[in-house]
T-cell receptor, first 111, second 114 residues
Framework: AQSVTQPDIHITVSEGASLELRCNYSYGATPYLFWYVQSPGQGLQLLLKYFSGDTLVQGIKGFEAEFKRSQSSFNLRKPSVHWSDAAEYFCAVGAANDMRFGAGTRLTVKP | GAVVSQHPSRVICKSGTSVKIECRSLDFQATTMFWYRQFPKQSLMLMATSNEGSKATYEQGVEKDKFLINHASLTLSTLTVTSAHPEDSSFYIC??????????FGPGTRLLVL
């Protein structure tokens, strides 16, 4: 069975600092992997996705993620966080018709 | 591209009434649409998956007579919460996808049942 684990429920970083959000998955085949961001009271916006090919994926808003098959991980990174990045981040795994979401990581950005 | 809209964004209704929420894919044809429910500070809970022209597939524990889903066209799906009660108050989010593609999410609908 496929599943997603986001070990960190809440992370606080200072504005301008680097960020890494962790995501580990369990999947029987080569996974499709996604990161979404959700601002309060809003739907989910796709940040980036990995289907195949280069394991370092670039997304919108300066985010990137790296697929590491040996570690079953797909961590999200950003070199310099902006206050507007404060939101809830969800990692997801699976095909479009069978997607599993992690519990989410809430990011707080300190001035 | 890949924009999904939901209407209404917020609705307040009396207990016992029915509420319809619309989900539209604005710039693509969605072969599959999904309905999620999200409780405060929690992840998304998949309620049902619907394919155009077919009956929706409901997740275990979701009452199909309570949450009626219609997917009449490749751009429109509706969720009707029938005989709503306060415990149905929640944030409902739809998403849409093309075959084997990414899910694109709507902005969500906040339902409050008084």
């Amino acid at each position: 069975a496929q599943s997603v684990t986001q070990p960190d429920i809440h992370i606080t970083v200072s504005e301008g600092a680097s960020l890494e959000l962790r995501c580990n998955y369990s999947y029987g085949a080569t996974p499709y992997l996604f990161w979404y961001v959700q601002s309060p009271g809003q739907g989910l916006q796709l940040l980036l996705k990995y289907f195949s090919g280069d394991t370092l994926v670039q997304g919108i808003k300066g985010f990137e993620a790296e697929f590491k098959r040996s570690q079953s991980s797909f961590n999200l990174r950003k070199p310099s966080v902006h206050w507007s990045d404060a939101a809830e981040y969800f990692c997801a795994v699976g095909a479009a018709n069978d997607m599993r979401f992690g519990a989410g990581t809430r990011l707080t950005v300190k001035p | 591209g890949a924009v999904v809209s939901q209407h209404p964004s917020r609705v307040i209704c009396k207990s016992g009434t029915s509420v319809k929420i619309e989900c539209r894919s604005l710039d693509f044809q969605a072969t599959t649409m999904f309905w999620y429910r999200q409780f405060p500070k929690q992840s998304l809970m998949l309620m049902a998956t619907s394919n155009e022209g077919s009956k929706a597939t409901y997740e275990q524990g979701v009452e199909k007579d309570k949450f009626l889903i219609n997917h009449a066209s490749l751009t429109l799906s509706t969720l009707t919460v029938t005989s709503a009660h306060p415990e149905d108050s929640s944030f409902y989010i739809c998403s849409a996808s093309r075959i084997q593609e990414t899910q694109y999410f709507g902005p969500g609908t906040r339902l409050l049942v008084l």
